[in-house]
């Protein structure tokens, strides 16, 4: 006798007594003001009335009926076999989502629908799809756009049964992106994913084998409760040892014609087993692998080396990463020795090595360590957005032992814990590529955290025409950049892509081997070849300022100062300029135009500063959308108005990511440069020298001279390259409204660039 949905939706607190109480009354009475008769389903008042989601009512069926083919898709609760049953064409045309069929015989199934279908039309689709359906109303409007996901998403598994790691990640025991890391790792070492998930820590033996008996319908047992069977080690004896060993089963009862047996998984061959033993039927029983080893050592004498090679252990892979100068003198004040410094690698670096090898998998530009009061959170910043790693949990007990490890990989002193500290390292790959590993650390309230930057010195330096930047404007850029001295800034805040565009400007300036091109950085984050590279030493009085006066004794035609931050150095590079050098630099400011008025608080002189001005460049880093699953969508009208005051543009289609594995779930793939470009022209020089605000000339130059950032992301939008939900989260929205209004008086802005 199944228990009623109410009563178990009751239980987990889903609805209250009274909701009960007011469903069970509705369902007798029905409620015509709701429009729902005498005798409806009770599933069907509780969604229609608000009290519970669809998909708990769904679920809670599930659990009712011991339904456990069904996994999780987004929010909806779906059954490959069900979905293998009902073409893509079909749930289209209906709009319609098969969910789970609720009957032993599968002829029954429920279906998600937007709006339920008139009487005609679900004798129809149920007479094209062979079931006999009950309608779940949901709401959603990208209805269509998760039927699509669904059915993708089944097209790549290939397969049309639940499988364990679905299971695993709908009982809330791991998440969706730790399953996929643990199967890259089974697909490499022919592993079980179970056992990749138990290895790395992220899932008990206990918990994993429960499930999986819960998955499969078969008794779970212990080792004591095998043992203690009478007849135990008479029918095991009757199996060779060689097979036992080899296929881990260990056969304990043998009843009639039915063999009980105990085994780690459930699609063991046992057919051979009915020969040896002459029995038509066999029960297999889960036993963990601890379990298992324990079996294995009392019925077959199994070896302390065969049982190390089949307990959990853990994992060493083939892709450790390789030590690059990393013999140390020393480890500064701590005097750690050198047995102690063996043992702490042994217990922490593998670790470590992992939380790296994860980091350069998913494409991190930097890892955080962050210690809180009760826990540790372990982040990998991706595309600019922080997601949680997969690979390594720190509990508060080892994380002293984690950072140590990264202060010794770093060089930085272990016993210091008060002041903050960086360092470097260098790692090599399994395919050859080298890492540079930048680290701070910094005391906190409740201990150490540590942010390590990851930079691949192997990556080759990315074309000036790869970065994203509109054709027509970068056109322009590049007939700016030959001129043989003047003025050339960079503007932005810090992580939105400056040392880059600079690197790919010098990497295509260099290429004339009859320039000489000098640099000073804070680091040197890329060793350029043909370019005089070197670094602010702030300690021994080497900055910005006494770089940039050197330079002048060297001859040099190409100079970057890597940044101005105070007046001298902003006379300096004002200097440089006026004696014949192509100067390049950056600056944090909000927009392009904010350079100039910089500058001038930095007392540079007007009338110098628009004498050698040539250009501005303002940018910011916007995530890339996977080509693979973006969808269109529409946005929210407040966001439309605040971009487009008089009404957004009828022929842009706005688009979004919804998470593909080609993109690991994220929805993006990288990041595309949006560029802000101010020209300086004769007129820009004259309002310059005059001092003009910001305000004065923005207005005097947009279109002309003058390309600001939303102009740039507007048409990255329009060619669905970003997400316009994004641009707030990456543009100085506090300028946006005044700029969007004069964006849209200059609609023909980019044919100026053209003939510009």
Known sequence: MHRKIGQLLLEKGLITRKDLLEAEQIQQAGSPEAGLPPGERFGSIIIQKGYVS????????????????????????????????????????????????????????????????????????????????????????????????VYARMAERGVTSVRIGEVLVREGLVTADEVDWALGIARRTSKRIGRVLMEEGLLGEKEFFSTLARHKGVPLVSAAEVLAEREAASVASRLSRKFAVFNEVVPFRLEGSLLQVAAGRTDVELGELRKIYGCRRIAINIVTITDMVALLKAFYGLSEVEAAGKSLTETHRDDELEMLQADHAGVGEGHISGEDLRDLRKRYESLVSHLLQEAIRRRASDIHIETYENFVAVRLRIDGLLYDARTLRIDKSNVAGVVNVIKVLSDINIAERRLPQGGRFRKRTSAGEIFDFRVQCQPTLFGENVVIRLLNQSASVVALKGLGFEQAVLDRFLQVIVNPSGLILITGPTGSGKTTTLYSVLDLLRRDTTKKIVTVEDPVEYALPRIQQSQVLDMIGYDFASATRAFLREDPDIALIGEIRDEETARETIKLSQTGHLVFSTLHTNNAIGAATRMMVLNVNPELLASELLVVAAQRLARRLCPDCKVSYQPKDLLLADIFPHGAPSDITFYRGVGCQKCDGLGHTGRVALGEFWFVDRDARLMISRRADEKQLIEATIGTGFYPLLWDAIEKVRNGIVDISELPTVLPMASIAATAALVERKETASTEVATG
């Open 54 to 149: 669809a998909m708990e009512v769904v679920r809670a069926l599930c659990e009712q009926r011991s339904i456990d083919d069904y996994m999780l898709v987004g929010r909806y609760i779906v059954s490959p076999s069900l979905i293998a049953r009902v073409p893509l064409e079909v749930a289209r045309r209906y709009s319609m989502l098969p969910l789970v069929c609720i009957d032993e015989d599968a002829r029954e199934a429920l279906a998600a629908v937007t709006e339920v279908p008139d009487r005609a039309s679900s004798a129809e689709i149920q007479r094209l799809v062979g079931l006999s359906i009950d309608w779940v109303p949901v709401r959603d409007r990208n209805f269509l756009g998760v039927i699509d996901r």
